[in-house]
């Protein structure tokens, strides 16, 4: 039998040699240089698996729109696509009881609102890497610091203490309307925001079928945990605040 053919795109630094990964800017030999936004340079149904996570969300809504079409011709008949997003409903929600929780003078509450509308907002609209995100990561100690890993995980987390053995050094403001230009196309802004609704809106719009929310460690396509993409050397969740969504090629 032949090796499955899968497809990572917007792989950053969490690839698998078994696939075939792809991303905007590529500081490995295993990931192909690719703008995602201009479709797939891939045959048609050449692919048993495509796999993109955190990534679908740094698009234009026309561009997502149209990858996901891309992803659809190039994945062969009841080929897998998974996707992993920030999940824009469970911020939602979590939101309104922070908020709730502050109106109602709850402390705990209060000590968390910065954070949940830095989750909410900031990779949207921020103008330098990071944003004010890591700002709020170089405080030590944070506010609501276990509320705070509990949400970014362990991936998160070893940043945070990177951030501090620097001394909690920031990275530099991109000076000038070119750098600002340069930094907005850099691949590190969200451009919008999925829930299961408009998540799986956008999959049946592209001509997928049965899109289903799953578990990180759920997946239809054969052996996926063992690729350790969703999941670090101890199994715990790289992004728990993630969304996970599948759907199939008809
Ligand atoms: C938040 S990172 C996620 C990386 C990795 N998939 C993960 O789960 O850790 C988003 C990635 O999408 C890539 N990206 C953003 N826009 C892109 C585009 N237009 N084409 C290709 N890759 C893009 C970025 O370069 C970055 O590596």
Redesign the pocket.
């Known amino acids: 039998m032949s090796a499955p053919r899968l497809l ?8 698998h040699p078994d696939w075939l990964n ?4 590529s500081r490995h030999p295993e990931v192909m240089e ?5 479709g797939l340079p891939f045959a048609e149904a050449s692919m048993d698996a495509v796999y ?4 679908l ?3 234009e809504r026309h ?1 997502a729109s149209s990858l996901l079409s891309e992803c659809r011709r190039v994945l062969r008949p009841g080929g897998v696509l998974r996707l ?1 997003v920030p999940d824009f409903e469970a911020m939602a929600r979590l939101y309104v009881q922070i908020l709730d929780g502050c109106l109602a003078g709850d402390e705990e509450a209060r000590r968390r609102y910065e954070w949940i509308t830095l989750e909410l907002f900031d990779q949207l609209v921020r103008t330098r890497p990071g944003g004010d995100v890591v700002r709020y990561w170089a405080k030590d100690p944070m506010p609501a610091e276990a509320f705070v890993f509990e949400r970014v995980g362990e ?1 998160a987390r070893r940043a945070i203490d990177a951030l501090r053995a620097k001394g909690g050094a920031l990275p530099p403001e991109p000076q000038g309307a070119e750098a600002q230009a340069r930094f907005r196309k ?3 802004l969200h451009r919008w925001m999925y829930d299961r609704w408009s998540l799986a809106c956008l999959l049946t719009q592209a001509g997928f079928a049965q899109p289903q929310a799953c578990g990180a460690d759920a997946s239809a396509i054969p052996g996926f945990a063992a690729y350790g ?2 999941t670090d050397e101890q199994g715990r969740v ?2 728990p605040d993630s969304l996970f969504m599948e759907a199939l090629r008809p």
């Open positions: 990572n795109l917007g792989c950053g630094c969490r690839f792809v991303d905007l800017v690719c703008d995602l936004s201009c993109a996570s955190h990534m969300e740094h698009l561009e992993a991936e850099s691949g590190e993409l969703e790289r992004k």
